[in-house]
C-alpha cells in the first residue's frame, strides 16, 4: 500500500523536463537532493498567487527548484540564485535555459552569507525567498530573509526534519541543532505568519508581516 506522499505523486504524470535535471545531477555525481515533486509544484503555486517578480533562491543544485520557481515567477520577473559551487550554478543556468528562463535569472558565486551581505549593501528586496542549501546556515539565511522581504514576502525552506533526525532528541549535531532553531524561529518570531508541512522532508513557509 503507498503511503501519502507516493499516493499523491501518483496522480500527476512525470515533468520530463525535471525529470532530466534529477537524472543530470545523478549523472554529474551531484548530491540528489532537489526539492520534492510535490513541494516544487507547491513553490510553482506559492510564487504565482503571490504575484512574486523579485525571487531569491539560496542553494541552486542541478536548477530543479529554480524552474518551479520560475514557472510561477511574474511576467518580466527576476530569480536570483546563489549558489556556493561554480559547476553547480552551471548545471542550473543550463537547464533554466533550456527551460525558457535563461535571460530571468541571475546566478552570485561563493558563500551564500557573503552574497546575502552584498545584496542587502544594494537595497535589494525580494517577494519570495527559498531556502535549500547547508543547513547550519538556516537561521542567518532566515533572517536575511526577513530583513530583505518586502511586507508579504513568502518564504520557503526545505528538508526542516533532516530524514528524521531533527525529530530525534539523540542527534544534536550542529546541522540539526540549526534547523532545531530555525524551525523555533520560523514558528515564535513575531515578524512572521508561518506553518511547517510535514509531508516528504518537511517544509517551513512563512510570510513577512
Request: glycine letters at 10%.
Amino acid at each position: 500500500m503507498p503511503n501519502q506522499e507516493e499516493y499523491s505523486e501518483q496522480l500527476y504524470a512525470e515533468d520530463e523536463l525535471l525529470l532530466q535535471v534529477k537524472q543530470a545531477i545523478a549523472a554529474n555525481h551531484m548530491p540528489e537532493v532537489s526539492i520534492a515533486p510535490g513541494y516544487g509544484r507547491l513553490l510553482t503555486l506559492l510564487a504565482k498567487l503571490s504575484g512574486a517578480a523579485d525571487i531569491l533562491e539560496i542553494g541552486a543544485l542541478g536548477g530543479y527548484s529554480g524552474i518551479c520557481l520560475c514557472r510561477g515567477m511574474a511576467a518580466g520577473g527576476r530569480l536570483t540564485s546563489l549558489e556556493l559551487k561554480p559547476e553547480y550554478a552551471a548545471l542550473a543556468e543550463r537547464h533554466l535555459t533550456q527551460a525558457g528562463f535563461g535571460e530571468a535569472v541571475e546566478y552570485r558565486l561563493g558563500p551564500a552569507l557573503q552574497s546575502l551581505e552584498q545584496l542587502e549593501a544594494e537595497g535589494r528586496r525580494f517577494d519570495f525567498f527559498f531556502i535549500d542549501a547547508d543547513k547550519e546556515n538556516y537561521p542567518n539565511y532566515l533572517e536575511y530573509a526577513i530583513r530583505l522581504g518586502r511586507p508579504g514576502a513568502l518564504i520557503a525552506g526545505d528538508n526542516i526534519f533532516l530524514r528524521g533526525r531533527t525529530l530525534n532528541p539523540e542527534k544534536n549535531g550542529p546541522a540539526v541543532q540549526a534547523m532545531r532553531r530555525f524551525n523555533e524561529m520560523i514558528a515564535g518570531d513575531p515578524r512572521l505568519e508561518s506553518t511547517l508541512l510535514p509531508a516528504f522532508d518537511g517544509l517551513a513557509l512563512a510570510r513577512v508581516k
